[in-house]
């Protein structure tokens, strides 16, 4: 079974660093892995999308790598900013082609100090 | 934002009631999903919808039904509630499942449901 985590649960780093969100799958047979954010009381927001053929994908300060054969994928945000807090949660796509059921991970609450 | 809409945004029921939960979208995507989540759980899958009147289980269904007689509406009905069953619900949507990078998944804002 499939199982997605995400280390480490909270994370507070002062403003302007640079910082890496670690996510890790139990299947490396995956079709694609997506990461999202979510503001509290709100829904997710999609910021990257890999496929397994892929092994990064980059947004703005946002840029997302994956490692199929070591079921890895980490999200680093450059040059952090307070707007930048928020849970970021990642889920992979054990299935692919048909049905998209994503199984996600507990994310990562992150705290940009100013 | 994708335009997806879930009624109510809050609710308070009573054990044993049946309670109707809807996702309205506006994107005309083929896929949408119902999630829960739960602390410590993360986001989990209850149903998923694959085109009009097409569904499938998730990974937690049991306790759930769900309909689409149109494609702009996924109806989630917990049949007879039960404290277990308090959690946040989000509806997802996609426009694809897995062709060349339309699978993104877009979410509503979430009903926050608390059972009695």
């Known amino acids: 079974k499939q199982e997605v985590t995400q280390i480490p649960a909270a994370l507070s780093v002062p403003e302007g660093e640079n910082l890496v969100l670690n996510c890790s799958f139990t299947?490396?047979?995956?079709?694609?892995l997506q990461w999202f954010r979510q503001d509290p009381g709100k829904g997710l927001t999609s910021l990257l999308l890999i496929q397994s053929s892929q092994r990064e994908q980059t947004s703005g300060r946002l840029n997302a790598s994956l490692d199929k054969s070591s079921g890895r994928s980490t999200l680093y945000i450059a040059a952090s900013q307070p707007g930048d807090s928020a849970t970021y949660l990642c889920a992979v796509n054990p299935w692919g082609g048909a049905t998209n059921k994503l199984i996600f991970g507990t994310g990562t609450l992150l705290a940009v100090q100013p | 934002d994708a335009g997806i809409t879930q009624s109510p945004r809050h609710k308070v029921t009573e054990t044993g009631t049946p309670v109707t939960l809807r996702c309205h979208q506006t994107?005309?995507?083929?896929?949408m999903y119902w999630y829960r989540q739960d602390p410590g759980h993360g986001l989990r899958l209850i149903h998923y919808s694959y085109g009009v009147k097409d569904t499938d289980k998730g990974e937690v269904s049991d306790g759930y039904s769900v309909s689409r007689s149109k494609t702009e509406d996924f109806l989630l009905t917990l049949e007879s509630a039960t404290s277990s069953q308090t959690s946040v619900y989000f509806c997802a949507i996609s426009e694809s499942a897995g062709e060349g990078g339309r699978e993104k998944l877009f979410f509503g804002s979430g009903t926050q449901l608390s059972v009695l």
């Open positions: 994107e005309n995507h083929r896929y």
């Open positions: 299947d490396s047979a995956i079709y694609n």
